[in-house]
């Protein structure tokens, strides 16, 4: 069994080289435990600081026995959405995760969601901060108090009821990576919304899995009424055209 693990990156000079050992620290020792193999590709979204020249600097530098590491490049900066599309339809795994380059939610949450998603069968998997007791530990009282406000809001209006559907982690069986990727065309921060909307229009289940904010190495870039404004015209014109789409249902 291959699991593949799909890091956006965008400019994470700063800490691309640290997640990278310390994913495929976890990776490797999970791996050999469970008798699976991996591979972990950073999807550079047209990075100017050398983000990727540091993953591969750093790859060279290891000895994996359990995996593999790649990196994957988009010509010009689209936006995560776009990053994480190309990474999850490059990518070959049974199953197939992708998390932030800062590592917010711990390798330990990677490994453990895909061993989850392979036992359950489950086709989309998404981490909840909101269903974990202390989800959102490593937050500021206000930033967590925006985060439900702002989850509450887009989560209405997209009709659905996710818990957590802009949490930074999801994993994929890999024909609902393919089907729902390969038809996703938003690149910005909505399209998290776009991926749930297409997964419950084309009849995959999902499920959640009960996720913890370690600790944000970087700023939270969510400004909530601005950026609230601009998600609502996004997921009204994502709803429009997924409208369009023949409903499925039967998917496990």
């Known amino acids: 069994m291959l699991f593949s693990v799909v890091i956006p990156m965008y400019n994470e000079r700063d800490v691309a080289a640290d997640t990278l050992r310390r994913l495929t620290s976890t990776l490797e020792t999970d791996a050999e435990a469970g008798g699976w193999r991996y591979e972990l590709l950073f999807s550079d979204d047209g990075s100017t600081d050398g983000s990727g020249d540091i993953v591969r600097e750093e790859v060279a530098r290891l000895i994996l026995r359990h995996g593999t590491v790649g990196t994957v490049r988009g010509e010009e900066n689209r936006g995560k959405g776009a990053a994480v599309r190309l990474g999850m ?12 380059c800062d590592l917010a939610y711990g390798p330990e949450t990677v490994s453990a969601m895909l061993t989850a998603a392979a036992e359950q069968n489950a086709a989309v998997l998404t981490g909840s901060r909101a269903i974990a007791p202390d989800g959102y530990a490593g937050y500021s009282p206000l930033r967590r108090l925006a985060s439900r406000v702002y989850l509450r ?12 559907s802009q949490c930074g982690i999801k994993g ?31 009849g995959y289940s999902v499920s959640e899995y009960p996720v913890r904010v370690l600790e944000t190495r970087r700023a939270s870039k969510v400004r909530l009424v601005r950026d609230s404004v601009r998600m609502l015209r996004e997921v009204t014109r994502i709803r ?5 789409l023949p409903q499925t249902e039967g998917h496990l």
């Open 89 to 100: 339809l490059t990518s070959r795994g049974d199953w197939r995760i992708f998390t932030d």
């Open 153 to 164: 809001i887009l989560s209405a209006a997209a009709g659905f009821r996710h818990t957590d």
């Open 240 to 244: 429009r055209r997924l409208g369009k």
């Open 172 to 202: 994929f069986r890999a024909d609902a990576a393919e089907a729902l990727f390969s038809r996703a065309e938003t690149d910005g921060w909505a399209f998290d919304f776009e991926i749930l909307m297409l997964a419950d229009r084309l």
